[in-house]
């Protein structure tokens, strides 16, 4: 088994000047103690750090150590939705082990089919309460057969647990913990330099022999390497393997490095020096070693075949290496597209594959509707051109049209052979080539693609054949699409019956409720508010936040709200309601959480008390106008802690004022501290006319049309008699 490569010292931190990003230095250093020490404590040979993205809806690979970051460009994004360790371990908030390619095999398949070389891979959650940054994850050699140890379990958690409390600290001073752009980049030490014999022995190698660091750069170079590689070595000591040599950077080339780096077994190639004009062939020999990879270089004959691209027209797909990475792409695009969730989110995942892996530099994608072609998505095309084809009949002798009524693929090499098809069409550049695939999913018409290049191509019959299967899956996942878009609002419309249809109306008091879900996706959320009557005459006003977002979310949210209900019924103060229900949702449902406040008011009086177990503080607008955050002593959030207790704060409202309870939702945007939020709907509280009430609702969250979490608001309002708002949820 090979040892752990020697880390480097974690204040050793090497980085493009726009890699950092919205990063500071001392997230960056934080984060290369975390992964540096994770290494070394569980003996592996790189790890690394996913930060989630400031929208929420991404994890971004933050920094690396151990592997060339080039190699790994495929993972360094990865929605936190995808059937991924690394995602697999932010959701759950669960760590995930897999010592040895079986197990990863079993549980998540995609990996294995995008790195299919035997390592172990360990992943632990970065949080914080409820509050998750991310993922910390240790890649080491597998243990077939030999689960995760308990002290190197151990030994991990605690790393991901003092990472997360020096990103907490840091959120706490005002620094950004969320990621943007690449990864950084910690190198391994660098070996020490050899002895002059064992040197003197590689010089009178007529072979090219180079030295690589952990991350892919070049060290020692010997006096034969400027022969065969065409490059003196002072100009490639110190630079990365594929800058330096970009011939060796073939697409076909990458498993062959990922596998030497990940694994202990030597590889061989073969490799062409410079295509255009193509070069001499020479042979590549990759040995790894626990603190780096020796590469030798000799000259080699040609091989029996003549390798192409499968971009150049009329050539076909080439060599075996040239197929498996022209088939890369169209691999990854079948695997996202089974992800993709809405049609918009089909479209871009055919955007960032499909086109790459054909050279194509527009897309455009029409679904059918009642016999009419309508333009969903578009890329690359002038502004405004395809609106002229936007809804157009099935009876129109057009190109999109008839590949999809006839169900045959149409290839043109130019745009002259176009024009000349189809007289008269419009066209939106003078040169290029086309392809219009029909899309039908089981039979049924589902829309057509468009793919454009910006100069005349041939297409091979491969390339023809692959693109053909490839436009029945892209149609397979639109009909999915479609019926999931069509799903979506009936889970909203189910997250809308969990919430009360009607407030109860009262004496003095004005009561109106109002929820948004989540503008992204179909997920329902856990967003609940309630006015329940006690049977004291006084009311129990609820607003509470469900952690994630799905049935379960929302199944537990009707569970709380049941409970708060029952429990405020039954004449329980408040602090014991909410300790009740903290100890339901920890029998309930272990590990997930909820923030909730909790108001009991005297309409007669105005008298109020609250109870905030981890929820935003409420807002109150006095009848001058004057408006404040309250500060309400409080708990933590509802399921964690059976003994918490909440602290009970004593409130009066005046005739005329208006208490506004909400969710983190209406105060958080991406990229903006949530206190800026919080002053911004303070300042639109403040300004809103008191009556009625119904209109400060809507003004409230009427500036929430992006918005990737559920909102719910609840307000109060006493009247003393005063013009009355229509109760309503």
């Known amino acids: 088994m090979p040892m752990a490569s020697p880390m480097a010292h974690p204040d050793c931190v090497r980085a493009r000047a726009d890699s950092v990003g919205a990063a500071t230095d001392a997230v960056v250093q934080a984060l290369a103690r975390a992964a540096v020490s994770a290494v070394e404590a569980v003996g592996g040979y790189a790890g690394g750090v996913y930060l989630r993205s400031r929208s929420g809806e991404l994890l971004l690979l933050a920094l690396f150590t151990g592997l060339p970051l080039p190699l790994f460009r495929p993972w360094w994004r990865m929605q936190v939705n995808r059937p991924f360790p690394v995602a697999e371990a932010y959701r759950s908030g669960q760590a995930v082990h897999l010592p040895d390619a079986a197990s990863a095999m079993s549980r998540f398949p995609q990996l294995v089919a995008g790195l299919p070389f035997p390592f172990a891979s360990l992943y632990e959650p970065v949080a914080a309460g409820p509050e998750r940054f991310g993922v910390l994850l240790v890649l080491r050699p597998p243990t077939p057969g030999v689960p995760v140890g308990a002290g190197d379990r151990k030994r991990l958690r605690e790393a991901a647990e003092e990472l997360a409390r020096e990103l907490s600290a840091l959120a706490a001073a005002g620094v950004p913990v969320e990621w943007e752009g690449d990864p950084v980049s910690v190198p391994a030490e660098a070996p020490e330099a050899g002895a002059s014999g064992a040197r003197g022995a590689v010089e009178r190698l007529t072979q090219a022999v180079l030295s690589l660091d952990r991350q892919g750069r070049i060290g020692f170079v010997n006096s034969a390497a400027e022969h065969l590689v065409g490059v003196g070595a002072g100009h490639l000591h110190g630079r990365l393997l594929w800058e330096a040599l970009p011939w060796l950077g073939h697409p076909s080339h990458d498993d062959h490095f990922r596998a030497v780096f990940m694994s202990s077994e030597p590889v061989h190639f073969s490799a062409r020096r410079g295509r255009h004009p193509p070069g001499a062939w020479l042979s590549v020999g990759l040995y790894p070693a626990s603190d780096g990879v020796t590469v030798t270089i000799g000259t080699a004959d040609p091989p029996a075949y003549a390798p192409a691209s499968p971009a150049d027209p009329a050539t076909g797909l080439g060599s075996p290496a040239d197929q498996a990475s022209a088939l890369y792409r169209p691999v990854a695009l079948a695997i996202a597209l089974t992800e993709a969730d809405t049609a918009r989110q089909v479209s871009a995942v055919v955007t960032e594959e499909l086109l790459p892996a054909f050279g194509g530099r527009q897309l455009a994608i029409y679904l059918l509707d009642q016999r ?102 892209i149609a397979q996942a639109l009909a999915r699409a479609r019926r999931y878009d069509s799903e979506a609002a009936l889970a909203h419309g189910l997250q809308a019956a969990l919430l009360p249809h009607r407030l109860p109306v009262r004496e003095h008091v004005d009561t109106v409720g109002r929820y948004l879900p989540g503008s992204a996706g179909m997920d329902v959320g856990g967003d609940w508010y309630d006015v329940v009557e006690t049977g004291s005459g006084r009311l129990a006003l609820v607003i509470g936040d469900v952690q994630g977002h799905g049935v379960a979310a929302a199944a537990t949210m009707g569970q709380l709200r049941s409970a708060v209900r029952a429990f405020a019924l039954a004449g329980s103060t408040p602090e014991q309601v909410v300790r009740g229900t903290n100890r339901l949702l920890i029998d309930l449902d272990p590990g997930q959480f909820a923030s909730c406040c909790y108001v009991v008011l005297d309409p007669a009086s105005g008298s109020a008390l609250a109870v905030r177990a981890g929820h935003p503080q409420p807002l109150l607008r006095h009848p001058d106008g004057r408006t404040e955050v309250l500060d309400l002593a409080g708990g933590v959030v509802l399921g964690v802690d059976p003994e918490a207790s909440y602290p009970v704060t004593e409130l009066r409202l005046e005739p005329g004022a208006v208490l506004a309870l909400y969710t983190d939702g209406l105060v958080e945007r991406p990229g903006v501290d949530i206190d800026e939020g919080v002053e911004r709907l303070r300042l639109a509280l403040a300004s809103a006319l008191p009556v009625p009430l119904t209109e400060t609702a809507d003004r409230l969250i009427g500036s929430t049309a992006d918005r990737p979490d559920d909102i719910a608001l609840l307000l109060a309002s006493l009247t003393n008699g005063r013009e009355r708002a229509t109760p309503e949820a």
């Open 372 to 473: 009419h072609l309508h333009l969903a998505w578009e890329t690359g095309f002038p502004q405004g051109f395809l609106n002229r084809f936007d809804g157009v009949a099935l009876d129109v002798r057009l190109p999109g049209v008839e590949t999809l009524t006839t169900g045959r693929p149409l290839f043109f090499e130019s745009m002259q052979r176009l024009a000349a098809a189809y007289p008269g069409i419009p066209l939106d550049a003078d040169v290029g080539a086309r392809a219009f695939l029909p899309l039908i999913a089981s039979g049924r018409p589902v829309g057509s693609c468009i793919l454009g290049f910006d100069a005349p191509r041939g297409f091979s019959p491969e390339e023809r054949t692959v693109l053909t299967a490839l436009a029945g899956l």
